[in-house]
């Protein structure tokens, strides 16, 4: 809602709340981190952006993967200190840079492919086209935009993922106002940005979703 703070920036009111939810998940990334690393050939890009990057746990273990990928870890500016200290420490910070800014006033047009890993779950659909449509306008032609996010089931049971599933929700409403999607829900919200969705690869309990811009 326009002019009502959303729970990032209410968290910004908070810094220690902001280091305690930034620590929890570089932590979590770096558990789902190997399965990404082994479900999508990243090789031919040549600057991946990652846009609501955080700390850099992702993007900096793909340009380990990858070693003459460029890249740039795109967030608010309250996670560049963290970025930079941990692309140093892993001895990427000649290659991967931070840029800050906010994603739902534009992107920086300066990769061949951005990858967002939980930041679509976050939002609604209005703000999560909001973001995806600033992105599309950021890649080049023939450029890639990967989604990393957990694929809700048409059909959930009542197996433990699923539940898994149903708890992130819940919880993705009460926090920021968003949902966890099934694929046809993420194939809609990428076609009403632009783009249509070229592949999906299963990454553990994660998937990535390869979209081109149409
Ligand atoms: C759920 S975290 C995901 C972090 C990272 N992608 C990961 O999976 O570890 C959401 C990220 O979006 C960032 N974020 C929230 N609002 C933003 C905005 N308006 N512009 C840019 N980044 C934002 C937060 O700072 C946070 O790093």
Same mark, same amino acid.
């Given at each position: ?5 959303? *729970?990032? =920036? #209410?968290? !910004? ?6 280091? +305690? ?6 932590? /979590?990334? &770096? ?8 479900s ?14 955080? *700390?850099g =746990? #992702?993007? !900096? ?6 070693? +003459?990928?460029?890249g740039?870890?795109?967030? /608010?500016? &309250?996670?560049a200190e963290?970025?930079?200290?941990h ?25 061949d492919?951005?990858?967002?890993k939980?930041?679509i779950h ?7 086209i ?24 048409e ?6 993922e699923d539940k898994?599933?149903?708890?992130s ?11 966890e ?23 553990g ?9 149409r």
């Amino acid at each position: 809602m326009q002019g009502v703070a959303d *729970s990032f =920036e #209410l968290m !910004g009111r908070t810094p220690g709340n902001v280091d +305690k939810f930034n620590l929890a998940m570089t932590e /979590l990334t &770096r558990l789902v981190t190997p399965d990404i690393l082994r479900s999508y050939d990243f090789s031919g890009i040549c600057h991946l952006m990652d846009v609501g990057g955080g *700390s850099g =746990e #992702l993007l !900096g273990a793909i340009a380990q993967q990858n070693r +003459k990928m460029r890249g740039t870890v795109f967030d /608010l500016p &309250r996670c560049a200190e963290a970025a930079g200290k941990h692309l140093r420490q892993i001895g990427v910070s000649d290659r991967i840079e931070f840029a800050a800014g906010d994603f739902f006033k534009s992107v920086p047009a300066v990769a061949d492919a951005i990858i967002l890993k939980s930041i679509i779950h976050d939002w609604n659909d209005a703000r999560s086209i909001s973001i995806l449509r600033n992105c599309h306008q950021s890649l080049p032609d023939g450029g890639k935009l990967l989604l990393v996010e957990r694929l809700t089931p048409e059909t959930p049971t009542a197996t433990e993922e699923d539940k898994a599933h149903a708890m992130s929700d819940l919880n993705m409403l009460r926090g920021p106002g968003g949902l966890e999607r099934t694929k046809k829900q993420y194939r809609e919200l990428l076609n009403q940005s632009g783009f249509d969705l070229t592949g999906v690869y299963p990454a553990g309990r994660f998937n990535a979703m390869e979209a081109r811009p149409r």
